[in-house]
């Protein structure tokens, strides 16, 4: 069975200073990762996902993620944040079939 | 395209009444899934279809929580009789194809609260 651990149930961070949000994957097969963001009183949006290839993945309003498979991380950055930014923050993972197995999440809080 | 559209936004209900939430996925999508958010247990999937035909239901809590796709353009959730503990918010997703790399795509969710 597959599983994500999101460690920070929430990040406060200045506006401009970097974030990053800690996703960590248990998994006996080969997963695809996605991270998702959530605004308030919205449904989620994917922001980027890992399927194969550059460990490196770019996603929508600069954010970035690197796969992790020894440390089996999916950690998702951004170098400098917006007030826009504050939002709940998910990982995800799937095994190749449908299910989509989300972390608990992660609460950006961007203030100026 | 209008995206994953979701009716009704809220929803207020007393214990014991039936609750039916709607979907209308993606025009061309193929796959839609239910899923409950609640704080205590997070973004749970409830169920999902392929191609119209359910595949997987083992998210669904208990018998009294009910799910059709009798098309391609429409879905619904059905809570009969519902119960304080069904308060959540309840989202409808599609995606493109029946595969576990495709994007997801949200619907802005349904807002339900039984008193």
């Known amino acids: 069975a597959q599983s994500v651990t999101q460690l920070d149930s929430q990040v406060p961070v200045f506006e401009e200073a970097p974030v990053e949000l800690r996703c960590n994957y248990s998994s006996s097969v080969s997963v695809y990762l996605f991270w998702y963001v959530q605004y308030p009183n919205q449904g989620l949006q994917l922001l980027l996902k890992?399927?194969?290839?550059?460990?490196l993945v770019k996603g929508i309003n600069g954010f970035e993620a690197e796969f992790n498979k020894s440390q089996t991380s999916f950690h998702l950055r951004k170098p400098s944040v917006h007030i826009s930014d504050t939002a709940e923050y998910f990982c995800?993972?799937?095994?190749?079939?449908?299910?989509?197995?989300f972390g608990t999440g992660t609460r950006l809080l961007v203030s100026p | 395209d209008a995206g994953v559209i979701q009716s009704p936004r809220h929803e207020v209900t007393e214990m014991g009444q039936e609750v039916t939430l709607r979907c209308k996925p993606i025009s061309g999508h193929n796959s839609l899934f239910w899923y409950r958010q609640t704080m205590m247990r997070g973004l749970e999937l409830l169920i999902y279809?392929?191609?119209?035909?359910?595949?997987?239901d083992s998210g669904m809590p208990e018998d009294r929580f009910s799910a059709k796709m009798p098309n391609a353009s429409f879905s619904t959730l059905k809570i009969q009789p519902s119960e304080p503990r069904d308060s959540a918010v309840y989202f409808c997703?599609?995606?493109?194809?029946?595969?576990?790399?495709?994007?997801?795509?949200f619907g802005p969710g349904t807002r339900l609260t039984v008193l």
């Open positions: 995800a993972v799937s095994d190749g079939f449908q299910k989509l197995v």
């Open positions: 279809f392929n191609n119209n035909v359910p595949i997987d």
């Open positions: 997703a599609s995606s493109l194809r029946p595969s576990g790399t495709d994007t997801q795509y």
């Open positions: 890992y399927l194969s290839g550059s460990t």
